[in-house]
Nanobody
Framework: QVQLAESGGGLVQPGGSLRLSCSASGGSFRQGAMGWFRQAPGKEREFVAV????????YYADSVKGRFTISRDNAKNTVYLQMNSLKPDDTAVYYC???????????????????WGQGTQVTVSP
């Protein structure tokens, strides 16, 4: 059973940066796609980014493209989300997710991911 634990959230001013980390344990981390989702108050959970198991293929939501970078270190069983040029609209709880059966057509579908972390709060405010 894969267990995921996010860290790195916090309060940052608009235009600032944060790096989120997600550490995985207890399963075949290297075999799955790893993604980040977020959920703002009163809104539905939305896809942010995903990285394929080889670390070479990444995909992003249009709203974060060019500002966020997802990466993974399979040796450390960790996936990262570097967030730059943060905006107040980026305020949300950010969740790490892992999925063995994620495909290109399902990367934005949370149901395609088998395991989830507890989330870490990111607040962007002056």
């Amino acid at each position: 059973q894969v267990q995921l634990a996010e860290s790195g959230g916090g309060l940052v001013q608009p235009g600032g940066s944060l790096r989120l980390s997600c550490s995985a344990s207890g399963g075949s981390f290297r075999q799955g796609a790893m993604g980040w989702f977020r959920q703002a108050p009163g809104k539905e959970r939305e896809f942010v980014a995903v990285v394929w198991r080889n670390g070479g293929n990444t995909y992003y939501a249009d709203s974060v493209k060019g500002r966020f970078t997802i990466s993974r270190d399979n040796a450390k069983n960790t996936v990262y989300l570097q967030m730059n040029s943060l905006k107040p609209d980026d305020t949300a709880v950010y969740y790490c997710a892992a999925g063995m059966g994620v495909s290109l057509s399902s990367i934005r579908n949370g149901a395609a991911y088998n395991h989830w972390g507890q989330g870490t709060q990111v607040t962007v405010s002056p």
